[in-house]
T-cell receptor, first 114, second 111 residues
Framework: QKEVEQDPGPLSVPEGAIVSLNCTYS??????FMWYRQYSRKGPELLMY????GNKEDGRFTAQVDKSSKYISLFIRDSQPSDSATYLC??????????????FGAGTRLAVHP | DAGITQSPRHKVTETGTPVTLRCHQT?????MYWYRQDPGHGLRLIHY???????DKGEVSDGYSVSRSKTEDFLLTLESATSSQTSVYFC??????????FGPGTRLTVT
């Protein structure tokens, strides 16, 4: 079983739709939960991160972590064509010795059409 | 953009030849990483470094070696390239547990 599972999509939605992107993970020790966005032919960039559980909001984006279900979500409200990209979830934990490797999901490709 | 560059940006090489990819940073970050990205697999860690001359293997390290003789440079070497190593290679740097800054990527084709 992979440590992080993510549906690769693709996901196609009309402009203005609410988008829900999800990942599941297997290790309950994970504490940091991130969402990276990657435009075509570019490197990924951090969109949001959450430490431990709960919600975090940033403009049209909301990241949600449910540690009891080992489930993380990213919601995009009022989606725009400029949101078309691949979204990768990533996880990490603050282990002994300073564990500093991220584990990425496979990425979900999102297309928002006008 | 974080000060991270990769060279070359594109390379075509033949099976069996050695290839070295370079990652250069101007941010003085402690950690540096090499990933490969393939359809259906996402980003997979090849090797990473937690300091000068300190490196460790990632999940797909077979056929790859790395070196870091200076804080700013992290080299990835394919000793004898194979077609299965055709991929997009990303370098990343970080100083936190949650944020990595990625370079622009190198597209490598092994024929």
């Amino acid at each position: 079983q992979k440590e992080v599972e993510q549906d690769p999509g693709p996901l196609s939605v009309p402009e203005g739709a609410i988008v829900s992107l999800n990942c599941t993970y297997s290790n309950s020790a994970f504490q940091y939960f991130m969402w990276y966005r990657q435009y075509s032919r570019k490197g990924p960039e951090l969109l949001m991160y959450t430490y431990s559980s709960g919600n975090k909001e940033d403009g049209r984006f909301t990241a949600q972590v449910d540690k009891s279900s080992k489930y993380i979500s990213l919601f995009i409200r009022d989606s725009q064509p400029s949101d078309s990209a691949t979204y990768l979830c990533a996880i990490n934990f603050d282990g002994p010795g300073g564990y500093n490797k991220l584990i990425f999901g496979a990425g979900t490709r999102l297309a928002v059409h006008p | 953009d974080a000060g991270i560059t990769q060279s070359p940006r594109h390379k075509v090489t033949e099976t069996g030849t050695p290839v070295t990819l370079r990652c250069h940073q101007t941010e003085n970050h402690r950690y540096m990483y090499w990933y490969r990205q393939d359809p259906g697999h996402g980003l997979r860690l090849i090797h990473y470094s937690y300091g000068v001359k300190d490196t460790d293997k990632g999940e797909v390290s077979d056929g790859y070696s790395v070196s870091r003789s200076k804080t700013e440079d992290f080299l990835l070497t394919l000793e004898s390239a194979t077609s299965s190593q055709t991929s997009v290679y990303f370098c990343a740097i970080s100083d936190t547990l949650y944020e990595q800054y990625f370079g622009p990527g190198t597209r490598l084709t092994v024929t």
